[in-house]
């Protein structure tokens, strides 16, 4: 049987950094992601939906609200679902401690895991000086983003025709740059002195599309990624144990399964998102 013919059983799920309402969203992977795997608790770590794109222009296909009625039929299914957001959907931080459809807001979350450790759980705009002091200069950057998006596509679809799987150009660029490999370091050591701080065993978060786990001076740092360059999840297993996942690789490793077209047409798009 194909590895990803099963459903993967965890005890937490943390996604973030979807940005639907973009065209560079990937939700065609992530909806395939949410087919192949369940778990007690799902964390939505921020920016799920692009409040900021979707104020400039609309862009909703079906796709996108595939995602949406996914994520909602796991929580009639049982699924504790926790949407902490972001700066791009920072209007639902007006209806923390609401539900909607039973999806729970909250500015932020602690999360303990299977074997004690306590998790602080927040997407991370705050301690991003861009965001917090110069709105102006992150819009720009996210103008700036969107275009290395849009040559990301360009690219793919070129390599697509060629046979090729997909990759991450503009991950691959990002990964390069020394000034960018600088910004995350010091995301990450910013959050993590919020995490001592606050006397936590780790923190999860997501906001820069990088991810990874490591330690930093005693604290779990862990980053999910994003679905609009690496299709990552942070997961935790029934031990306790924690692990990203490359959804993007599942689907290369396996020898019976291709990856999702990057644009869907209407049929595949309902099939990805029937049960």
């Known amino acids: 049987m194909s590895q990803l013919g099963r459903t993967r059983e965890y005890r937490t799920i943390w996604i973030s950094d979807?940005?639907?309402?973009?065209?560079?969203?990937?939700?065609?992977f992530l909806i395939d992601f949410l087919r192949h795997n369940d778990a007690d608790t799902i964390y939505l770590v921020g920016d799920i939906i692009d409040g900021w794109r979707l104020k400039r222009s609309w862009y909703w296909p079906q796709t996108h609200n595939d995602v949406v009625q996914k994520v909602l039929r796991k929580v009639r299914k049982g699924t504790r679902v926790i949407y902490v957001p972001g700066n791009h959907?920072?209007?639902?931080?007006?209806?923390t401690l609401l539900q909607f459809g039973g999806v729970e807001v909250a500015?932020?979350?602690?999360?303990?895991t299977a074997d004690g450790r306590r998790l602080l759980v927040i997407h991370g705009d705050v301690f991003d000086a861009v965001v917090k002091h110069a709105r102006w200069l992150a819009m720009l950057g996210d103008s700036a983003y969107t275009a290395a998006i849009y040559l990301n596509r360009?690219?793919?679809?070129a390599r697509?025709?060629?046979?090729?799987?997909?990759?991450?150009?503009?991950?691959?660029?990002?990964?390069?740059?020394?000034?960018?490999?600088?910004?995350?370091?010091?995301?990450?050591?910013?959050?993590?002195?919020e995490a001592l701080r606050?006397?936590?065993?780790?923190?999860?978060?997501?906001?820069?599309?990088?991810?990874?786990?490591?330690?930093?001076n005693g604290v779990l740092y862990c980053n999910d990624g994003d679905w609009v360059e690496s299709c990552t999840a942070l997961v935790e297993h029934s031990d306790g144990r924690l692990e990203l996942i490359n959804w993007i690789?599942?689907?290369?490793?396996?020898p019976l399964n291709g990856p999702p077209r990057a644009e869907v047409d209407a049929?595949?798009?309902?099939?990805l998102g029937a049960d």
Request: proline fraction near 0%.
């Open 267 to 271: 049929d595949a798009a309902a099939l």
């Open 18 to 28: 979807v940005h639907l309402g973009t065209r560079g969203s990937k939700a065609d």
């Open 160 to 193: 697509r025709r060629l046979g090729y799987q997909y990759w991450s150009l503009s991950a691959y660029l990002k990964h390069r740059v020394k000034n960018a490999m600088q910004y995350i370091g010091s995301f990450a050591d910013a959050v993590v002195d």
């Open 249 to 254: 690789d599942q689907w290369a490793l396996d």
């Open 107 to 112: 500015e932020e979350a602690i999360h303990v």
């Open 154 to 157: 360009q690219f793919n679809k």
């Open 89 to 95: 959907d920072e209007w639902l931080r007006d209806y």
């Open 198 to 216: 606050r006397g936590v065993d780790g923190v999860v978060c997501g906001h820069i599309h990088y991810a990874e786990i490591r330690e930093i």
